[in-house]
Nanobody, 120 residues
Framework: QVQPVESGGGLVQAGESLTLSCVPS???????VGWYRQVPGEQRELVAF???????DYKHFVKGRFTISRDNAKNMVFLQMNDLKAEDTAVYYC???????????????WGQGTQVTVSS
């Protein structure tokens, strides 16, 4: 598998929750995995990442609301999103790359993403 596969998006009301799932393009035992999101006309932005050691990092705009986790046995990464806001509306992507401290470097392999729409 070269492209990651994201799923779990949908339409929810503000304040509700969603959990996104990702099957990365590489083994999560050896790679960090990041979740990104993109709104049409804007650049893709990093939301959170988890290292191969399980260390997590979140951008300020989701800290305290989103939780990134992984299942090594299934080679999957998840993004639990609580208290969703209208501004969280975007296409969400995962990417298996590498991390150095608080920095995440994405690989060139991107999937189709999964749409999250939050109505206010």
């Amino acid at each position: 598998q070269v492209q990651p596969v994201e799923s779990g998006g949908g339409l929810v009301q503000a304040g509700e929750s969603l959990t996104l799932s990702c099957v990365p393009s590489r083994s999560i035992r050896d790679n960090a995995v990041g979740w990104y999101r993109q709104v049409p006309g804007e650049q893709r932005e990093l939301v959170a990442f988890i290292t191969s050691d399980g260390v997590t990092d979140y951008k300020h705009f989701v800290k305290g609301r989103f939780t990134i986790s992984r299942d090594n046995a299934k080679n999957m990464v998840f993004l639990q999103m609580n208290d969703l806001k209208a501004e969280d509306t975007a296409v969400y992507y995962c990417n298996a790359g590498r991390s150095v401290g608080v920095y995440f470097y994405a690989s060139k392999y991107w999937g189709q993403g999964t749409q999250v729409t939050v109505s206010s």
